[in-house]
């Protein structure tokens, strides 16, 4: 009988590691292990996109690729990992129940926004997080147009001065003005509990953020924190109103809720702690990739953040260790040591950055051409060309 790596998760990590756990069987000549991925569609969400617009169109199919590289899917959720049994419980489209076995299991379920218990917080508010929830916000934005003029219609609020609050704030002014006119008198705002513009991207790369916020007339409310919305603004903890129509929730990652179906330790994200293979520590079986995992990046005590940019690479790592431990060859001890943070700004141009510190090292048009690469071409999978896949899935290759 043959033997089973099951991946669940068809985002970055989990799309890598069935690639890679392909490649090491190939490059073994092996045929008695079968890979089947287990998600709620056959595509990859480019999720690093979703404050842009037009994000409907921001999937890869993954299909005909799966096919080249002799990879199987299964389309359905998880509900439950069985460790005991090594068996992962799911549900399909239809809500009918199925299960599946493992030898090795590949936990690559992706994270979730979370948000707090404050009043309007579920009925009121959007987020990138997602593609549904991101195609809803680009259906209200259109939307706007419809409603009578007011300060609440053109305002947006950005909750969050994280990397995905900005990306979002500073591709609002363009989305805007396209959605109401380019005479229409709008406002965006971030909300932000620290005390300085953009103080969680560091002392290097802040003041080009404020900069760019100045130029596009982005205005940030610091020191603040969302106590309650409703239909027509916020109302922050310092009893501050804000008229708005569109409140956008950009902080709070937290991963998959199956990281507590196995036996390990996890940190405040909920991520499970692995080891130098990223199999979970205290486990045999079971290898996590991609948002699910705590992983040490390097030797100088950096761990890999919630990002495409690390869950690729933590899945060619998964993928080709879970089908090396059913080989009987070595694994490959997983290391990222090369950090690069590039944020686009919308209409400003963007910044790129190399180190943990944030060395600024491109701004404005040629860091933007540099993030229109990454976000258009190297965070999409490869061809459904077999040779060319498997090669690309090397655990080896440098993402950055």
Known sequence: MKKQILIIGAGFGGVWSALSAARLLDKHNRHDVDITVLAPQAELRIRP??????????????????????????????NVIDEKNQQVSYSNTLGQKGQLSYDRLVLAAGSHVTRPA???????????????????????????????????RNTVVVAGGGLTGIETATEMPARLR?????????????VDRSPKIAAAMGKELSPFIAEASEHLGIEWVLNATVASVDANGVTLANGQRIESNTVIWTVGLRASHLTEHVDGTRDHQGRLHVDQHLKVRSQTAVYAAGDVAYASTDAVGNFAVMSCQHAIALGRYAGNNAAADLLGVEPIPYSQPKYVTCVDLGAWGAVFTEGWDRQVKLIKHEAKEFKTQINTVWIYPP????????????????VA
């Open 49 to 78: 996109r979703f404050y842009e617009a037009n994000v409907h169109t921001m999937t890869a199919p993954l299909n005909d690729l799966f096919d080249a590289v002799g990879v199987k899917f299964v389309r359905g959720s998880a």
């Open 383 to 398: 061809a459904a060309d077999r040779a060319s896949a498997l090669a690309a899935a090397d655990p080896l290759i440098p």
């Open 178 to 190: 396209a959605a109401l006119g380019n005479d229409t008198d709008i406002r965006v705002i971030v």
């Open 118 to 152: 404050a009043e309007g917080m579920t009925k009121h508010v959007f987020d990138v997080d997602q593609i549904e929830e991101a195609t809803r916000l680009e259906d209200h934005i259109n939307s706007l147009k419809d409603l009578p003029a007011s300060v609440a």
